[in-house]
């Protein structure tokens, strides 16, 4: 990915993707990292087997899609600054109290993860009304919520994510009632760090969207990633979005919103 003229962000946003991006890791040569049988390709990853049974690689593509698949596209350099977005967090989330699957980053797109089962319920959290939000209880986008708001939905492609309850994904034998209760806690606790974290770095955390999987014994880990693509970030000063808004809504910049976002989450304060 080049620097690219900067636009959209009125100037002030003068980070480039070069200067932002963390040092890539040595190649270790370690057999541990070489990919094996691909095991399952969602629309930004593809995760694939190891010679460890329990680790998988993730690789995360530049592909993008919006509105269940209907609005496809490809985000130069997005898999590279959303493997580094995610790489850069989820150590700090560990280190908060949340158990996650992320081992370490091995490339610019891939990274070591300990093998999961994703449990198929998509955990929302909301600080402020957007999006599905908005359009499904006529609430102003922008609205301040005064009190997260934790939702669920069942992951599914093809039926578009629909919102579901817990007693559902019981019922439905997705998740037993006592996972749910972790996962709230742990969805929580996700959203206590990463408010802060952001804060601090310019950033309003909107909404954002978790998912949690299951290790081999049954330990409930974040998995997945938390990037543009899977939160909402508005500019603290001007609400110019910075996240995959950009994309879904024709808004121009999304190379540019995504670059900040790396160098805003990897700024050292
Ligand atoms: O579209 P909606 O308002 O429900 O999205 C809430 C949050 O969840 C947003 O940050 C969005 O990027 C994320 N999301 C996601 N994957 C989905 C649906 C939503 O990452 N399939």
């Given at each position: 990915m080049q620097a690219s003229p900067r636009h959209?962000?009125?100037?002030?946003?003068?980070?480039v993707w070069q200067t932002a991006r963390p040092p890539r890791p040595a190649?270790?040569?370690?057999?541990?990292?070489t990919r094996g049988e691909l095991k399952y390709e969602g629309k930004a990853k593809r995760v694939y087997a190891t010679p460890h049974p329990g680790e998988y690689i993730v690789e995360y593509k530049d592909d993008a899609t919006a509105f269940n698949g209907v609005k496809k596209a490809q985000i130069g350099g997005k898999g590279a600054i959303n493997n580094a977005i995610t790489a850069h967090l989820f150590p700090q989330l560990e280190q908060a109290g949340v158990p996650t699957h992320f081992i370490e980053r091995l490339s610019d797109t891939e990274q070591r993860v300990r093998a999961v089962t994703i449990i198929p319920v998509e955990v929302i959290v909301r600080n402020v009304a957007a999006g599905s939000f908005s359009k499904r209880l006529g609430i102003e986008e922008?609205?301040?919520?005064a009190r997260p708001v934790v939702e669920y939905c069942y992951k599914s492609d093809a039926l578009g994510d629909p919102l579901i309850n817990t007693d559902t994904a019981v019922a439905l034998g997705w998740a037993t009632p006592e996972e749910l209760t972790r996962i709230r806690e742990l969805a929580l606790k996700v959203q206590a760090f990463l408010v802060p974290y952001f804060a601090a770095r310019?950033?309003?955390?909107i909404d954002f969207k978790l998912e949690f999987g299951r290790l081999a014994d049954g330990t409930v880990v974040l998995a997945d990633e938390i990037s543009p693509d899977t939160c909402r970030f508005w500019d603290?000063?001007?609400?110019e979005k910075l996240d995959k808004d950009r994309f879904r809504r024709d808004l121009g910049g999304v190379e540019d919103a995504y670059s900040e976002m790396l160098a805003r989450v990897t700024r050292e304060l």
């Open positions: 959209g962000f009125g100037g002030r946003l003068s980070y190649p270790t040569g370690d057999r541990m990292t922008g609205t301040v919520l310019g950033v309003r955390l603290a000063e001007t609400n």
